[in-house]
């Protein structure tokens, strides 16, 4: 017999406990979540299969989520030791992202769902993002609204001002590549290997940041957009006749990789500042996404934040990057946010979507 669907509302003046799942892009992850920021378990499985092709290949991903989900499900519920009577609900990433991914991801998330009698929370990837730094005990303040979140990663960049749960403000975003995109793909022209932010900051350590002046994209214009692929352009230039990076002598390639750090971080800031500006009311400077390991990029938006007297709160980096805690964390937020206004939130008939602006997700809470 078909179970009957999640006809009683969560109790959400309980502490909640949820199973969450993400697969948006080539990170498989799962994880238990509390609503008083206890993680029970968290496993995630990076996809290695991408390598040899120097960037995710969105078919690749697909298969490989669903061949490592099952596992890290299983994995995730022995290392918290939790029976599945304790669990609240299931969450999992509906989008925005690579859509074979988050079909995997959600779909085996509603199966879940529907086996185990519990409702279902479809995820948006980006909402989760900005609601990380609130997750207690993550960061020394306890964040409160609003605050600008600064998301960065190889797929996403933009400035959103996160005014309560479900209301976000996208105060600007790329017109054309993400950070981490640049940084891959000048990592490439350098002959560094995929996933190359973190081999281009190791290798600007060793250069000079001022030894060529790139273009700063955008820099003193009015608004918070961001764009970057001038300035790739303008490294592919200085690298004619570099096309074999064996070639390449190193002290050149750390020079460039320096040049290119500040460029794109000045840029950044600048950005950054227009939007600190636009929002006099919010209370904090918050980053995330996998450009936000960058080292150099950290000490400036710390910079940022200070002139402003504004603090800086950067989650540790394993929730910064995907990861399912992050989702879970979301779905604690919605659920909670949910009987305040005495909605039922139950997303099992919503559909994956690769595209879902965040301006959408103050619908859920309306009668
Ligand atoms: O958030 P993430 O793990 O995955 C998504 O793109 O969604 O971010 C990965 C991106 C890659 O482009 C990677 O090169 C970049 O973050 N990244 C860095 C650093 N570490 C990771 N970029 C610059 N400096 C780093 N240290
Ligand atoms: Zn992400």
């Known amino acids: 017999m078909m179970p009957s669907i999640h006809q009683s ?23 238990l979540v509390q609503s008083d920021g206890t993680v029970f378990a968290e496993q995630i499985y990076s996809q290695k299969e991408h390598i040899e092709f120097g960037g995710v290949v969105p078919e690749i991903a697909a298969r490989a989520h669903l061949s490592h989900l099952s596992t890290l499900v299983k994995k995730t519920i022995t290392q918290a030791q ?15 992202g690579l859509i074979g991914g988050v079909i995997v991801g959600s779909s085996f998330a509603k199966g879940l769902a529907l086996a185990q009698n ?29 605050y600008l979140l600064f998301l960065t990663s190889g797929g996403h960049c933009q400035c959103i001002h996160v005014t309560n749960i479900g209301e976000y403000q996208r105060l600007g ?27 281009l900051e190791a290798l ?11 273009p700063r994209p955008l820099y003193g214009r009015p608004g918070c957009d961001f764009s970057f692929s001038g300035l790739k352009t ?58 936000a390991a960058n080292q150099y990029l950290r000490k400036r938006l710390l910079a940022l934040a200070e ?10 980096m394993k929730y910064c990057t995907d990861n399912a805690v992050m989702i879970g964390w979301a779905a604690i937020e919605i659920l909670h946010q949910a009987s305040n206004t005495n909605k039922l939130i139950d997303d099992i008939s919503l559909l994956p979507r690769p595209r879902w602006p965040l301006s959408e997700m103050s619908e859920r809470f309306k009668h």
């Open 118 to 146: 519990l409702p279902f929370i479809g995820i948006n990837h980006i909402e989760a993002h900005a609601l990380t730094v609130r997750i207690p005990n993550i960061s020394s303040v306890q964040v409160q609204f609003p």
């Open 307 to 316: 002139q402003y007297k504004l603090p800086f709160i950067a989650p540790p």
């Open 234 to 291: 303008a490294v592919a230039n200085l690298l004619t006749g570099y096309e074999n990076t064996d070639t390449l002598p190193r002290q050149l390639a750390a020079d460039i990789a320096a040049s290119f750090q500040k460029a794109i971080t000045t840029a950044i800031i600048n950005r950054l500042e227009n939007a600190i500006k636009m929002v006099p009311d919010t209370t904090l400077l918050a980053t995330a996404g996998g450009v």
């Open 9 to 31: 509302k969560i109790k959400t003046n309980k502490n909640l406990t949820i199973l969450s799942i993400e697969s948006s892009c080539d990170d498989t992850a799962c994880a």
């Open 204 to 214: 600007a350590k060793e250069g000079d940041e001022n030894a060529f002046s790139l």
């Open 173 to 199: 975003g790329t017109i054309d590549d993400a950070a981490g995109e640049a940084f891959d793909k000048v990592a490439k022209m350098l002959g560094l290997s995929w996933p190359g932010g973190p081999a």
């Open 82 to 96: 939790i029976n599945w009577s304790e669990i609240d609900a299931i969450a999992a990433t509906c989008g925005p």
